[in-house]
Structure formats: structure tokens, C-alpha cells
């Protein structure tokens, strides 16, 4: 290979690594930490406008051979792994080039992940031990290679904890994995080393592109970690235990410094009051912060789309209330690159088909509708898996989104009008979904293949009404924003009759 070939691929790898490290906020809930039992993520996926989602359902395979390639797919990189002899089927709501980089999904034995939330190493970690970025696991790869085999949460963090100790971490990364029983998060700390914790049923999580687990102990079933992750901290000198004291993964791994302060600290120290009201602590200190709470306020699913949604409103931190300030320091939580939000909810008393909700917004959290999607859905519309990085009159994607931008030419004016609307729809919505879902498990006891017809029509109509609500508020934007230019600009005669 040239050397102008190799400078090429690594570039591209380079800019695909830059374009995801401006990305995410994941919020995570035990079941004892939510309103009704459940457990929770949310997260949302921050890069690009022009970056259209589509929704897709992988089908079970059976006697499969061959190898998953992310260059087949012109992903960020060329990690290779063998295919799942048997593929479960699984959803998957992937950036429309490649396919790839899932974001959110369900397979059919109840194994969600979410992915991924960029993190930072320190640069000296990274200097003994750098990312595999040619050929390491991505974003890209992990929603397909996880989902479509693994039968469990913890199965699924120690096949990822794996393929990073042999093949390496392309890039810094932190990934949140559920099941009925189960929730995970695990964070990489170089190349090769990661830490993985299962959520205590009665905390949270929070993080906003932070490396943020601290305590390991190699004795715990509730901690998984790389196989000398403490041993080569000491080897390297990243970690003295005679000065130091306990082992914080975190401090000892992680980047710190004064890009923390401002883009990432303000993320954690905001839901972190959404939740504890009564915490106080300075919002630069974020590496004080505690990483796992109980709430002093249950996280519920409408609280998870609060904060999905949240942008500072009511402070002078806030960049779009006042006036669009794209140079307000204090990076908020809602930005207008979101290409999708999410909230994964797992209700492990329900059966499967309606216990495993995903709430998707597509676009800018502030100015969107949270779909719900059931895991016992069959099928998405047609248009539901179309659309570019060219505005379109047909793909969902793009409806949500050239919303989102009209309204952000006039944001004090038009937001209330939006966010109004899908507040309603979403409180409605809410309602229909109790409906139905009790009526599910009534005929489910009788009539499976009625109670699931009964369950896509409902999901179906929902989401072709938030579509049209879409459309119309976008008719109603232009019809203000008409007027509005026209008064501006009227050019009347002093008779205003011509």
C-alpha cells in the first residue's frame, strides 16, 4: 500500500473519531431508583444534523458463515469479527450511510443496547497503551456484534470487554447494556483495558462524555474489568497505591482537564440537581462528583425526556431562549446536532413484547416527539428506512428535522408552538398506551396472534399520528413565520390599497 493510501485511510479514520467525540449524555436508572420498577437509559446521540437515522429490523439467520466487516460497510474503520453461526433478530436504528452505529436496540431475548457515549483516556495512559483505531471495535460495530448473539446484559459486556483485550478499542467509548435483570455500563481506559459496572438497583448514572467509574474489585460479581487493568496502572506509573490509596479507574485512566470544566462537568452537575435537588457542589468539580446516586426524585420515563431535553432554560447559561448563542460556554444537553434521542424502558413483570419500550425522538430532543417503539412491533413504514444528508419530502427523518430548523430561526417565538403540541400528544399518548397495553394482557392469555395484531396496529397508529402532528406544525410554523416576513417587509403605499 502507498504511503498516500495509508495517510488517506488514516485521516478518514481520524476525522470519524473527531466527528463522535463531540458526542452524547447517558443517563442510567436501577429499578429501585425509578417511579414504577423499571430500569432505565437514556441517551442521547450528538453529532451531526445531516446525519438521517433509519429504523431497522435484523432478521434471525440461521447456519451463517463469513465474517462482519466494517469496511463492507464504509464504516470508520476495518474491524473484522466472525459472524454468529445463528443471528438472533434484533432492531437497530443506524446512520443512513453505513448502516451501521445502531445507537439504540432490542434483540428477540430481551438484550438492549445503548451506544455509544464518547469518553477521553488521559493522554499518558493513551501513550502506553493507544487505541487500535485501524482496525480496534468502534461505535460503529458494537450495536451488531452485541445483539446479535448475546443472550444476557453481563453476556454481552464480557464478549465487548473481550474483543477489546484482543483486538483492541478503535476509540474511548462508554456503552449501557439491559436486560429484564440487569444493567450494565462499561467504559474503556486505552486500547486494551476497560471497566464495566451493573448498576445497583436503587442508583443512577449520569455522564456527558466523561470516563466517569471509579471503584474495582477483582472479587466483585458486580464489577468486570480488563485481566491486569490494575497491574499495568502500577507497571506504567498511572497508579501509586502506597500514595494514592484505593484504585480509582476514573482518575487513573481518564482525561481531566479544562475541557471538562465547561462542556462536560455542566451535563452531569445539571441531572444530577434534576435529580437531588437538595446536592450542593460546584459545577466545575466534576471529577468530585459522585458517580452513582440515589435519587431524591424517582427517574420516570417523562423525567428521562426532560432531561434528554434540557438546555439549561431559565439561566443565562441557556443558547437559545434569549437569542442563539453558539459561543455560550456551558455546553448543554439538547444541542441541534441530536440526530436521535432515546429512552429504553424495561419492565420486566410485562411480557417482553410490551415491557421493552423505546421512546425515540428523532432530531434536537428540545423540538421533538418521543415515539414509543415496542419490542413486539414487526415492521417499520417504508419511509421510516429512507433519507440522506439531503432534506427530503418523504423520509421521517427529515420531517422532524426541517421542523427543528424552521423553529430554530425564531426560537422564543416558535418553541413554545412546538413544544406545546408534543407535549399534548405525548400525555395523550401516554394514556392510550395504558389502554392498550392492559388490554394486551387480557387477550394475550387467550389469543397471543390477536393480542400482537392488536399491539403493531396501536404502535402503527401512533406513530403515523406523531408524523402528522409533525406535518402540521410545520404548516403552522410557515404560515407565523409568512406573516412575520411580510410585515417586515410589507412596501405599502401611504393609502395601503396597493
Not at 93 to 120: D, Y
Not at 289 to 306: D, G, H, Q, R, Y
Request: charged share 25%.
Amino acid at each position: 500500500m502507498s504511503l498516500f493510501k495509508k495517510g488517506i485511510i488514516a485521516l478518514s479514520v481520524n476525522i470519524a473519531l473527531v466527528s463522535s467525540a463531540l458526542a452524547c449524555t447517558t443517563l442510567l436508572a436501577g429499578s429501585e431508583a425509578t417511579n414504577d420498577g423499571s430500569l432505565i437509559i437514556a441517551r442521547s446521540a450528538d453529532s451531526d444534523a445531516l446525519k438521517a437515522q433509519h429504523f431497522v429490523i435484523h432478521p434471525a439467520k440461521s447456519n451463517q458463515t463469513g465474517i462482519y466487516s466494517t469496511k463492507e460497510h464504509n464504516g470508520a474503520n476495518n474491524f473484522t469479527y466472525p459472524l454468529p453461526k445463528n443471528s438472533l433478530r434484533y432492531t437497530t436504528v443506524p446512520n443512513w450511510k453505513t448502516q451501521l452505529h445502531g445507537a439504540t436496540g432490542f434483540n428477540e431475548l430481551g438484550v438492549g443496547v445503548s451506544g455509544t457515549e464518547s469518553i477521553f483516556s488521559s493522554p499518558k495512559a493513551l501513550s502506553f497503551d493507544p487505541y487500535v483505531e485501524e482496525t480496534g471495535i468502534t461505535e460503529d460495530d458494537i450495536p451488531d456484534v452485541l445483539l446479535s448473539r448475546a443472550k444476557t446484559a453481563r453476556e454481552a459486556v464480557e464478549l465487548l470487554g473481550s474483543i477489546i483485550e484482543k483486538q483492541g478499542a478503535g476509540e474511548g467509548f462508554g456503552v449501557a447494556v439491559v436486560d429484564k435483570n440487569e444493567l450494565w455500563y462499561l467504559e474503556t481506559g486505552t486500547g486494551h483495558h476497560w471497566i464495566a459496572q451493573k448498576l445497583p438497583k436503587d442508583k443512577y448514572f449520569a455522564t456527558g462524555n466523561q470516563g466517569r467509574l471509579q471503584h474495582y474489585d477483582i472479587n466483585s460479581n458486580d464489577v468486570l474489568g480488563s485481566k491486569n487493568l490494575v497491574e499495568f496502572a502500577v507497571e506504567k506509573g498511572l497508579y501509586n497505591p502506597e500514595k494514592e490509596g484505593a484504585f480509582n479507574f476514573s482518575k487513573v485512566y481518564t482525561r481531566d482537564d479544562e475541557r471538562d470544566r465547561t462542556y462536560n462537568d455542566p451535563r452531569v452537575w445539571i441531572i444530577q440537581q434534576q435529580f437531588n435537588p437538595s446536592l450542593k457542589q460546584a459545577v466545575d468539580d466534576g471529577r468530585n462528583f459522585a458517580p452513582l446516586l440515589t435519587p431524591e426524585k424517582k427517574v420516570s420515563v417523562e423525567e428521562a425526556k426532560a432531561m434528554l431535553r434540557n438546555h439549561f432554560e431559565g439561566t443565562e447559561h441557556d443558547p437559545y431562549t434569549n437569542g442563539l448563542n453558539g459561543k455560550e460556554p456551558w455546553r448543554p444537553i439538547s444541542v441541534f446536532r441530536t440526530y436521535e434521542a432515546h429512552v429504553m424502558q424495561v419492565r420486566p413483570e410485562l411480557p417482553q413484547e410490551i415491557g421493552e419500550v423505546t421512546y425515540v425522538g428523532l432530531g434536537m430532543a428540545d423540538l421533538t416527539a418521543f415515539v414509543p417503539y415496542y419490542s413486539g412491533l414487526k415492521a417499520y413504514p417504508q419511509h421510516y428506512g429512507i433519507g440522506s444528508n439531503q432534506a427530503d419530502n418523504d423520509s421521517i427523518y427529515w420531517k422532524y428535522r426541517k421542523l427543528q430548523t424552521l423553529v430554530m430561526t425564531d426560537y422564543p417565538k416558535l418553541a413554545p408552538i412546538v413544544k406545546k403540541a408534543y407535549q399534548e400528544w405525548e400525555a395523550k399518548t401516554a394514556l392510550e398506551q395504558k389502554e392498550m397495553e392492559a388490554k394486551y394482557l387480557t387477550m394475550v392469555k387467550t389469543d397471543k396472534t390477536g393480542a400482537d395484531k392488536m399491539l403493531n396496529e396501536f404502535n402503527l397508529r401512533v406513530m403515523t399520528d406523531a408524523e402528522k402532528l409533525t406535518e402540521n406544525l410545520m404548516n403552522e410554523l410557515f404560515t407565523v413565520r409568512t406573516k412575520d416576513i411580510q410585515d417586515d417587509i410589507f412596501f405599502a403605499n401611504k393609502s395601503k390599497k396597493d
